[in-house]
Nanobody, 118 residues
Framework: QVQLVESGGGLVQPGGSLRLSCAAS????????MGWYRQAPGKERELVAR???????NYATSVKGRFTISRDNAKNTVYLQMNSLKPEDTAVYYC????????????WGQGTQVTVSS
């Protein structure tokens, strides 16, 4: 069973930065894609950023130019560098991993809270 453990959330002032980490229990080579989603109170969970096995990435329009997703294969860890944070970035951030073989496997972390407030 795959486990994803997020860390790095917290309280930050508008304009500040945070780096989220998602550590996988096994090799991340086996995943077709890994990504970060977020869910704010009263809203649906939405995609923030995703990185594919070929290192292609995509981002939500609202975070382009401010957030960067990356991965360290040796550490089985995916990161989300968040700069120029805004109050509307406040949400619980979830790590996701997808592996497609004969079936689609979808894994989630427990989430980490990010609060942007002065």
């Amino acid at each position: 069973q795959v486990q994803l453990v997020e860390s790095g959330g917290g309280l930050v002032q508008p304009g500040g930065s945070l780096r989220l980490s998602c550590a996988a229990s096994g090799s991340i080579f086996s995943f077709n894609a890994m990504g970060w989603y977020r869910q704010a109170p009263g809203k649906e969970r939405e995609l923030v950023a995703r990185i594919f096995s070929d290192d292609n990435t995509n981002y939500a329009t609202s975070v382009k130019g401010r957030f960067t997703i990356s991965r360290d294969n040796a550490k089985n860890t995916v990161y989300l560098q968040m700069n120029s944070l805004k109050p509307e970035d406040t949400a619980v951030y979830y790590c996701n991993a997808v592996r497609v073989t004969t079936m689609r496997e979808n894994y989630w972390g427990q989430g980490t809270q990010v609060t942007v407030s002065s």
